[in-house]
């Protein structure tokens, strides 16, 4: 049971590039989440999918697209890559409300 | 919007002692709190889970309680080991949306 996967772990990219974060959780999780965390400032939603085939912003969408592909998959997709997007992004996941959040390792991005 | 804040923000004890830290949420109209724990380059794990209806709940030497009027939950850890050094951070859920303090950076000495 390999829980909530993340890839890749370490990313480098370029001003502009663009990449994409992949998720998958194992374990029938109805809700998906996408964080980043910098120092300083916690976590911070950028969006999350309550349930497959729905998508919602949280706090700090902007420069970030999502798709819930399938129960399992929740992808990050930065289209033209910032410094200011420089970060370590968690993808999560919930089976219901009231349950516990589990997370994935998480990807370290940095953008030059 | 919920703020969740965690003091201290960083904390060091010898081995042995028994701590407590705090965290302390601006709005009580919460579905649960849940405290994580987080290893230097390791994602998050849920330690103890406490619904809006709870008190406190327990696990091992870990001890979490709720106290929604005054918006407030407090992590006990008693006994105190080295393996018990990281961040420990807390998220109160509204039934939509998690909100993170910015955690408190544990180190215990041997």
Known sequence: NAGVTQTPKFQVLKTGQ???LQCA???NHNSMYWYRQDPGMGLRLIYYSASEGTTDKGEVPNGYNVSRLNKREFSLR???????????????????????LFFGSGTQLSVL | KQEVTQIPAALSVPEGENLVLNCSFTDSAIYNLQWFRQDPGKGLTSLLLIQSSQREQTSGRLN???DKSSGRSTLYIAASQP????????????????????????TVIP
């Open chain 1, 18 to 20: 663009s990449m994409t």
């Open chain 1, 25 to 27: 959780q194992d374990m």
């Open chain 1, 78 to 100: 930065l289209e033209s890559a910032a410094p200011s997007q420089t970060s370590v992004y968690f993808c999560a996941s919930l089976r219901v409300r009231g349950e516990k």
């Open chain 2, 64 to 66: 979490a309680s709720l």
């Open chain 2, 83 to 106: 393996g018990d050094s990281a961040t420990y951070l807390c998220a109160s859920y509204t039934g939509n949306q998690f909100y993170f303090g910015t955690g408190t950076s544990l």
